[in-house]
């Protein structure tokens, strides 16, 4: 009998593994191994339509430009070739950021002044968003590198990487008029709907910083006393909203009312539990569906009736300034801002608070008493004690709002904005859904798929390559 059970066990094993298995490869693996080889044909349910096998057609058209006059492929290449000394000095100035090189920090004074240059420029020249942006995101970066740099300002090889990323800035900037008066993309959309996905995840930094703000603001308990002095408090606050809310309610003020009566409730629940009331109503929006999330705030952003608007054109009556309000998701100007500002507020209570005051749980008392003893003050405190201890959780939640945001953005579109206008809040999730379902190039669908993955492949793997080094033991 002792020969015999090893011999089973394995079969028996397998048995019990089978369904899960058999799940896997029926309903993962098979539908993206199928779509990879859709990739490389005109897949379509349209019967009209005659399958073949294009190659790598849908990539080139999708990739690809094509010449509005004569061809010259010597100024193609030239394009190119600063394009990738652009992307190497990116990854090389992260590289020598993460191992601190020397001459990081006069690498960073090269990219402040370089990205102050380009701000400046484009607000002058008014060249477009694209290049405002650029400019303060490399002005934001090089300060971030001067503040990071731990050795003096002299040269070094940290400053080539800098100047790798200024050459290819300024190439850029130099071949992209004559470039696109000769070439135009086969396919413009992709790329406009890749610069608004982009540009939605501007919101990132700012919903990041926000949770470990409101994390660090719910680490530590109020000092709302003892049993006696919580109820009385409560209701104290308790009898406040009910006369607020009776007295605004007998002057023809019901909505202000409410608000009134809410905020003192939010008090009293506030005494009577500390912080956790404030946790539990900071993360309420998660267990909303976003739908309906989504819902109120198109409503919220109604250009008549939302109470933005409304709000917004009483203060202007009041300060007797001759402005019309915006219309928000109705304006390609202000569609794309009014879904970040939505996207901060879901996510910025959401869990990423929860991990950031789950690793300010983690950070040893001793390290911050020590600190405190050496006369180190708040600030200091959370530099060098607080920052260096999150940064496996800041790892962790940068990689994963990253992926979520370069795979995000259907929702938002298909509820608010169906994409409008003209285009201005279509996102590459957005565009894979209308070629797949509404055009039904499914062959299409799934290469700008799979280049999506690509981007996010890419994304992930510089975030673990450089974003690991922060992490401390």
């Known amino acids: 009998m002792a020969d015999r059970r090893p011999k089973r066990l394995p079969l028996a094993a397998i048995g019990f593994l089978l369904p899960n298995l058999a799940g896997f490869l029926l309903f993962t693996l098979f539908p993206v191994l199928f779509s990879f080889w859709m990739a490389f044909t005109n897949w379509t349910p349209?019967?009209?339509?005659?399958?073949?096998?294009?190659?790598?057609?849908?990539?080139?058209?999708?990739?690809?430009?094509?010449?509005?006059?004569?061809?010259?492929?010597?100024?193609?290449?030239?394009?190119?070739?600063?394009?990738v000394i652009l992307l190497a000095g990116i990854v090389m100035t992260l590289w020598a950021n993460m191992a601190q090189w020397r001459g990081t920090r006069i690498g960073g004074g090269t990219l402040m002044v370089l990205g102050a240059v380009m701000l400046a420029n484009a607000l002058v020249h008014r060249s477009g968003p694209v290049a405002e942006i650029a400019g303060a995101l490399i002005t934001l970066c090089g300060g971030a590198t001067i503040l990071s740099g731990k050795d003096a300002f002299r040269l070094g090889?940290?400053?080539?990487p800098a100047l790798l990323l200024s050459a290819g800035v300024i190439g850029l900037a130099c071949l992209n008029p004559i470039v696109w008066?000769?070439?135009?993309?086969?396919?413009?959309?992709?790329?406009?709907?890749?610069?608004?996905?982009?540009?939605?995840?501007?919101?990132?930094?700012?919903?990041?910083?926000?949770?470990?703000?409101?994390?660090?603001?719910?680490?530590?308990?109020?000092?709302t006393g003892t049993g006696r002095t919580r109820i009385l408090g409560a209701l104290l606050c308790t009898g406040g909203g009910v006369l607020s809310l009776i007295a605004l309610w007998g002057a023809g003020r019901p909505d202000m009312g409410l608000i009134v009566a809410l905020v003192w409730t939010i008090a009293a629940l506030g005494i009577v539990f500390n912080v956790v009331a404030f946790r539990t109503l900071f993360y309420v929006p998660t267990f909303t569906a976003g739908v309906a999330l989504m819902i109120l705030w198109k409503a919220l952003y109604n250009p008549k009736s939302g109470p933005l608007s409304v709000g917004l054109a009483s203060l202007f009556q009041l300060l007797h300034w001759h402005l019309e309000t915006p219309q928000w998701l109705?304006?390609?100007?202000?569609?794309?801002?009014?879904?970040i500002v939505m996207g901060i507020w879901t996510s910025i209570g959401g869990?990423?608070?929860?991990?950031?005051?789950?690793?300010?749980?983690?950070?040893?008392?001793?390290?911050?008493?020590?600190?405190?003893?050496?006369?180190?003050?708040?600030?200091?405190?959370?530099?060098h004690v607080i920052w260096p201890q999150l940064a496996p959780t800041t790892f962790f939640i940068t990689i994963m709002a990253i992926i979520g945001g370069l795979q995000g953005g259907f929702e938002q579109a298909r509820v608010m904005t169906a994409g409008g206008p003209a285009g201005s809040t279509t996102t590459l999730?957005?565009?894979?859904?209308?070629?797949?379902?509404?055009?039904?190039?499914?062959?299409?669908?799934?290469?700008?798929?799979?280049?999506?993955?690509?981007?996010v492949f890419i994304a992930t793997a510089l975030n673990w390559k450089f974003g690991r080094g922060l992490e401390v033991d």
């Open 330 to 339: 109705g304006s390609a100007d202000w569609a794309k801002p009014s879904l």
């Open 157 to 160: 090889p940290g400053a080539v």
């Open 351 to 383: 869990t990423n608070m929860l991990l950031y005051l789950a690793g300010l749980s983690n950070v040893p008392r001793e390290l911050l008493d020590a600190a405190r003893v050496d006369g180190a003050g708040g600030w200091n405190r959370f530099r």
């Open 181 to 223: 008066r000769i070439y135009e993309p086969r396919d413009q959309r992709f790329w406009q709907y890749a610069y608004n996905t982009g540009y939605l995840m501007l919101g990132i930094p700012f919903s990041i910083a926000g949770s470990l703000v409101l994390a660090l603001l719910l680490s530590e308990d109020l000092p």
């Open 429 to 455: 999730s957005y565009y894979i859904y209308n070629k797949a379902f509404q055009e039904l190039d499914l062959g299409y669908a799934a290469a700008i798929s799979w280049v999506l993955f690509a981007i």
């Open 46 to 83: 349209k019967p009209a339509v005659q399958f073949a096998y294009l190659g790598l057609r849908n990539f080139s058209d999708l990739l690809g430009m094509r010449p509005l006059d004569r061809p010259q492929p010597a100024l193609l290449a030239a394009y190119l070739i600063v394009a």
